[in-house]
């Protein structure tokens, strides 16, 4: 299973940044991203079942935007009116199904991240 993250990079308060990602080696339930900062734990910021159903952390609630392309297995963030706060490694998250038909088991995957680096 791969997860290949990409859109990270340098950017100024106020502006917008889109990540990308896309999975491959298996069937994806969830998919999404997890973001850590320097010095503090790995945190939600945003998720997406099969269904379509989104979580979003309070944090960037109103301003960013999950999607998902099914045919492509790849999720996206968009992130608008970015702050010194979103500085980060974001990690591209991924639910997967390993095991045979007779026992399908859910299994967590996660990609080497790709920083954010927001200045004011």
């Known amino acids: 299973v791969q997860l290949q993250a990409s859109g990270g990079g340098l950017v100024q308060a106020g502006q917008s940044l889109r990540l990308s990602c896309v999975a491959s080696?298996?069937?994806?339930?969830?998919m999404g991203w997890y973001r850590q900062a320097p010095g503090k734990q790995r945190e939600l910021v945003a998720t997406m079942n099969s269904e379509g159903t989104v979580r979003y952390a309070d944090s960037v609630k109103g301003r960013s935007t999950i999607s998902r392309d099914n045919s492509k297995d790849a999720v996206y963030l968009q992130m608008n009116n970015l702050n010194a706060a979103d500085t980060a490694v974001y990690f591209c998250?991924?639910?997967?199904?390993?095991?045979?038909?007779?026992?399908?088991?859910?299994?967590?995957?996660w990609g080497r991240g790709t920083l954010v680096t927001v200045s004011s």
């Open positions: 080696g298996s069937i994806f339930s969830t």
């Open positions: 998250y991924a639910v997967g199904r390993v095991g045979s038909p007779q026992v399908w088991r859910s299994h967590e995957y």
